[in-house]
């Protein structure tokens, strides 16, 4: 199968928790419909959902429990400003 059909059906959940080190981990990878679940879970708990396909190509060897490599924490930087943003227009639209 084609990377790019691989892709389709792959969700990551990342986690950073500074009392565990530097190093942001994938605390879940799903394919199929378990990613389409945990997406639905995501949302339905106004949990931030970003499409990156770059990000996700690039993080999509690793597997759920191991730290992010650090070649990727610009990308990362770039994700945490954007899901911020995002969480500061739902709050003004809430109030």
């Given at each position: 199968?084609?990377?790019?059909?691989?892709?389709?059906?792959?969700?990551?959940?990342?986690?950073?928790?500074?009392?565990?080190?530097?190093?942001?981990?994938?605390?879940?990878?799903?394919?199929?419909r378990?990613?389409?679940?945990?997406?639905?879970?995501?949302?339905?708990?106004?949990?931030?959902v970003?499409?990156?396909?770059?990000?996700?190509?690039?993080?999509?060897?690793?597997?759920?429990?191991?730290?992010?490599?650090?070649?990727?924490?610009?990308?990362?930087?770039?994700?945490?400003?954007?899901?911020?943003?995002?969480?500061?227009?739902?709050?003004?639209?809430?109030?």
């Amino acid at each position: 199968m084609k990377a790019d059909k691989l892709l389709e059906h792959l969700a990551l959940a990342l986690r950073f928790d500074e009392d565990e080190g530097l190093s942001p981990k994938v605390q879940a990878k799903a394919r199929g419909r378990l990613a389409e679940e945990l997406l639905r879970v995501a949302k339905e708990n106004d949990i931030p959902v970003v499409e990156d396909e770059s990000l996700l190509r690039g993080l999509s060897f690793l597997e759920s429990g191991q730290n992010v490599p650090e070649e990727f924490f610009p990308m990362l930087a770039e994700l945490v400003v954007h899901v911020e943003a995002l969480c500061q227009s739902l709050q003004a639209k809430s109030r």
